[in-house]
């Protein structure tokens, strides 16, 4: 028997889990593929209940992970295998290279001099990076990662130069004995180009729910302001388009839960920066759980606050101003109309990580990709993985597997 406990995925309801199981005194390994930890709260410019800035949560959990020797965390690394039962499990794990030296050494200077420009996936293509990078500032591991193959010639010298960069590391494996797992391997926002019909990935001026949380984060593309992507003017008439893919035969059959009430906290977004905008949330139902409904009444008591309850048929653009056109039949009025607006923002819906991706866990899953079972195995699913959460209900999630985890391993 393993004492030891894994937990993939390193976003909220994984540091929660880890910290809980570690607090107690139980050994954890945290694998996760991207550099950081923080999940896709660190994306968020604030987040429910408390309209909390990411860093706000996610640096207490970052200093409990400094502080308890008991957490070990691997970043840039994946799961390849699983064998063996509760209480007895080795897992293989890949980790990539990062090819900067194991310190918080500020290499900001040497990336802003690189010529080289990728596309910047944390800002979901609304900027470009270099190929020497950290994510945000409050990023952890405070560590700039290194991308040697999209470096020019020219930058690879550069880099090469600098005793903090290592263009050579190699990828590594290691095997892990543990007694329990916890999959915490969080959402990704449903793929927008699914939804021609929408205008997604067509219209510049027709972005996702989550690339409105970048613009209007302070360490986004726009430093904080939110604009029109293709002129940088500031919106005078958005909207917000419910429903996205969500509930949906032919894209995503259930509700992500958190869609409603993300659009009204974005609608307060740019009611904040522009006083005399006007903002329209068409919707199919107004979906705001318990203490939510709260939060609603106060924004739909704000004039310039609009809600249309209506379905949304199609999304064109004027190509002549940049402008997004919505077809919309308004159901309380039962008329439909064209209507103008100056930016249209899709409440795209939350898919668990792992549909279509690889499962090595051996767990069962939903047709849309939720773990359903692997409690009898040992393995034990938090956050999102299992349902559409919100932060608060996926940091519960992650203290209830926790503690099934640790009662495997004890052998309960």
């Not at 001026?205 to 613009?215: P, V, Y």
């Not at 190509?319 to 056109?325: H, P």
């Not at 308004?330 to 499962?359: C, E, F, W, Y």
Request: proline share 5%; glycine share 8%.
């Amino acid at each position: 028997m393993s004492n030891s406990i894994l937990v993939v995925g390193g976003g909220f309801s994984g540091l929660t889990a880890a910290l809980e199981a570690a607090e107690l005194g139980y050994e954890v390994y945290i694998v996760e593929k991207s550099p950081f930890l923080g999940g896709r709260v660190a994306q968020l410019n604030k987040y429910f209940p408390k309209l909390c800035p990411p860093s706000c949560g996610l640096e207490i959990q970052y200093q409990r992970i400094k502080k308890n020797p008991n957490v070990k965390f691997l970043t840039m690394a994946t799961v390849d295998s699983v064998e063996g039962e509760a209480g007895n499990f080795t897992v293989k794990v890949s980790i990539a290279p990062r090819c900067t030296a194991p310190s918080s050494a500020d290499l900001g200077e040497l990336a802003a001099s690189l010529e080289s420009e990728v596309a910047d996936e944390f800002n979901l293509g609304l900027a470009t990076r270099k190929p020497l990078y950290m994510d945000t500032p409050f990023a952890f591991p405070n560590r700039f990662v290194l991308e040697p193959k999209k470096l020019s010639s020219a930058d690879a010298i550069k880099v090469g130069a600098s005793d903090a960069c290592d263009l050579n590391e190699a990828a590594k494996e290691i095997e892990l004995s543990v007694g329990s797992i916890v999959l915490a391997t969080g959402w990704k926002p449903y793929d927008v180009t699914n939804l021609s019909n929408l205008g997604a990935g067509q219209i510049t001026n027709c972005i996702s729910n989550m690339q409105m949380e970048r613009l209007a984060s302070p360490n986004g593309p726009t430093d904080g302001g939110i604009t029109r992507p293709s002129d940088g003017k500031a919106p005078e008439k958005i909207a917000f388009v419910q429903c996205a893919g969500s509930r949906d035969q032919n894209h995503l059959g259930f509700c992500s839960y958190i869609c409603c009430m993300a659009s009204l906290k974005q609608a307060l977004y740019v009611r904040e920066q522009y006083p005399d905008a006007d903002v329209t949330i068409y919707y199919i139902d107004m979906r705001t759980p318990g203490r939510y409904d709260k939060f609603m009444r106060k924004a739909i008591a704000d004039e310039k606050l609009h809600l249309v309850k209506g379905k949304v048929a199609g999304v064109e653009e004027d190509a002549a101003t940049g402008d997004v056109i919505v077809e919309v039949e308004d159901a309380v009025k039962g008329h439909k109309a064209k209507i103008r607006h100056d930016m249209v923002v899709l409440a795209t819906g939350m898919q668990p990580s792992l549909a279509g991706d690889t499962n090595p866990f051996g767990v069962e899953l939903d047709e849309e990709g939720f773990v359903v079972d692997g409690e009898a195995k040992g393995i034990f699913s938090a956050g999102c993985a299992q349902k559409p959460l919100d932060v608060m209900r996926s940091a519960q999630s992650g203290t209830s597997a926790a503690l099934k985890a640790i009662q495997t391993v004890r052998g309960r």
